[in-house]
């Protein structure tokens, strides 16, 4: 199993733009996948976004991010990236990176919680209007 450790979060006005970022240890193999999900108060986890490590697969949520976001990664510092811009109030919430270690999930699969068998503690993200 992997460990995650989520940073960048912060208070940003309306059209302001923050970087995220998810730090990997552990051992994983080429197969690994990083997710990003969030979590606004008494809603549920959604997804933003994910990628598999080779970069094959990169999947963004069409409806709300799609177009804003970039999901990238770093191989040599093991460390994923969430670039968001334009950033409004609708995106407040409690940002997660997760991990994917098992099987070679497709990219209808990279868009489920239960895809990922790690998660990161959580970073909070909180858009000003």
């Known amino acids: 199993q992997v460990q995650l450790v989520e940073s960048g979060g912060g208070t940003v006005q309306t059209g302001g733009s923050l970087r995220l970022s998810c730090a990997v240890s552990?051992?994983?193999?080429?197969?690994?996948?990083m997710g990003w999900f969030r979590q606004a108060p008494e809603k549920e986890r959604e997804f933003v976004a994910a990628m598999s490590w080779s970069g094959i697969r990169i999947v963004y949520a069409d409806s709300y991010v799609k177009g804003r976001f970039t999901i990238s990664r770093d191989k040599s510092r093991n460390t994923g990236n969430l670039q968001m811009n334009s950033l409004n109030p609708e995106d407040t919430a409690v940002y997660y990176c997760?991990?994917?270690?098992?099987?070679?999930?497709?990219?209808?699969?990279?868009?489920?919680?239960?895809?990922?068998?790690?998660w990161g503690q959580g970073t909070q993200v909180t858009v000003s209007s």
């Open positions: 552990g051992h994983f193999g080429s197969n690994f996948a």
């Open positions: 997760a991990a994917s270690t098992r099987g070679n999930p497709i990219a209808s699969t990279l868009r489920r919680v239960e895809t990922y068998d790690s």
